[in-house]
């Protein structure tokens, strides 16, 4: 259980730093050819938020208290950057949600894994949204 709370407290901060990520970016990403981009990714924030709520809840009922800081938010003046650190960000959360799945079913901990499953929905949607913009295949993460 601490070592599972201690992975999702990893997971939060990452939580966190997309959060930021998202909110910054889709204010200062420039240029016609992103703003529908600009436009997903304020989308993304609020379902980056509403990952961390989830998260915070599990660790939570494990009996842990949530982190409140992020993994550090990386910036660039060129929106194309800005992308890549944000598909970057996500094959990673993605790689690690896929590994806390199996980890929590391993510990008999289905809501859990069921809750992670819901969430890596939408980070792989996250995943596709960033390289159809860039105009690249998605990253394969492990």
Do not use: C, W
């Not at 939580?15 to 529908?36: L, M, N, P, R, W």
């Not at 650190?85 to 690690?96: G, H, R």
């Amino acid at each position: 259980r601490e070592e599972m709370i201690a992975l999702l407290n990893e997971d939060l901060a990452r939580e966190y730093q997309a959060i930021i990520a998202y909110v910054v970016y889709s204010q200062v990403i420039k240029g016609a050819a992103f703003t529908d981009i600009a436009r997903e990714l304020e989308k993304h924030a609020s379902e980056e938020l509403s990952h961390a709520l989830k998260i915070s809840k599990q660790i939570d009922y494990l009996g842990g208290m949530p982190v409140v800081t992020p993994k550090p938010v990386k910036t660039s003046n060129k929106a194309e950057e800005m992308l890549r650190f944000d598909l970057n960000n996500e094959v990673e959360t993605v790689k690690n949600y896929r590994q806390r799945i199996r980890q929590a079913e391993a510990m008999g901990e289905f809501a859990l894994a069921e809750t992670l499953r819901e969430i890596i929905v939408q980070e792989q949607e996250h995943e596709i949204d960033l390289a159809d913009a860039l105009g690249i295949e998605v990253p394969k993460g492990d």
